[in-house]
């Protein structure tokens, strides 16, 4: 598989009804807010987590493990360390070895960032700081996101709910068998985000690059369009991907500034005077008149 050629931008917009997309867990685990404007806030790495357990499903092979190439460095409860062991035990004929304190010895750190790069999807397209103790060196990878940001401001509600038992029996006695466990839930009544994307081929092509191909970016384009369906929890309420515009450059080195491109995606409330409530209530509209040379807009959703 050869790495891609064409820079890509991108605009995600997705929605959330009665749901926390996001929690702060500095803040109670309550949805991410912007306190100076109110708006919604979903994390970069929020968003990486949902594309990693999507191809972790969509490449899993029937012994549990994954198609060549397609295994995840960030799993969830991984061990780095361990990850980058795997490089070091597959190039031990190579002249890769760790000392007798388990930490690498100098000198071939960039065998193993490439193998990493060839076996690990999220390496190859997010990057990874590897240079732990078993170095692996380091990825910067072509696929970057930015954190997603509500297209109005969020009212987050804070909801009481009630568990009808108790944890322990003496629980149970204080109560006086009544065994009911307060608690709370946080969430959003309904919001529209909108988060960009950028693509950069240079950071995929040539002996220093991850080697992100066609064929990884049509594993992201389902990944973005589908995540949401196989992320379902009660926390999350209803989530789901509303449109996937893509700006497909011609060169290397794009056709235009990313900015412009997302300027012509705009998004209208169909009613100010009410709060929203569902995507119907908004208008998104693309404006591909006039493009730079050497430009073209793919709606995937």
Request: proline fraction near 5%; aromatic fraction near 8%; include cysteine.
């Amino acid at each position: 598989m050869s790495a891609i050629s064409k820079r890509y931008d991108f605009v995600l917009l997705f929605d959330v009804v009665n749901g926390n997309p996001n929690g702060d867990p500095d803040a109670g685990n309550s949805p991410r807010v912007d306190p100076e404007t109110g708006h919604g806030l979903v994390t970069d790495v929020c968003l990486k987590r949902k594309i990693r357990n999507y191809v972790c499903l969509a490449k899993a092979d029937a012994e549990g493990g994954f198609a060549p190439g397609y295994d995840i460095y960030v799993k969830e409860k991984a061990i780095l360390n361990e990850q980058h062991r795997r490089a070091y035990e597959a190039l031990r004929p190579e002249g890769l070895e760790v000392d007798d304190k388990g930490k690498s010895k100098p000198g071939k750190e960039n065998l193993a960032r490439k193998w990493m790069c060839q076996n690990f999807f999220d390496v190859r397209m997010f990057g990874a700081v590897m240079s732990t103790s078993i170095n692996c060196g380091q990825v910067r990878g072509p696929v970057q996101l930015a954190f997603a940001r509500s297209v109005d401001p969020i009212m987050p509600l804070e909801q009481s709910i009630t568990r009808m038992a108790v944890t322990t029996a003496a629980e149970a006695a204080s109560q006086g068998g009544d065994n009911r466990t307060m608690g709370r839930k946080d969430i959003v009544p309904y919001a529209l985000y909108r988060g960009h994307g950028f693509i950069s081929p240079h950071l995929a092509q040539g002996t220093d690059g991850t080697g992100f191909s066609d064929e990884d970016l049509d594993l992201l384009w389902q990944a973005l369009s589908s995540m949401f369906e196989i992320d379902r929890s009660a926390a999350r309420g209803e989530m789901a991907t509303r449109g996937l515009i893509v700006f497909e450059h011609e060169s290397s080195l794009g056709n235009a500034p990313a900015h412009a491109l997302f300027d012509r995606v705009v998004i209208h409330r169909k009613d100010t005077t009410r709060a929203p409530r569902s995507f119907a209530d908004y208008v998104v509209s693309i404006d591909s008149d006039n493009l730079p040379p050497g430009l073209r807009v793919l709606r995937v959703v």
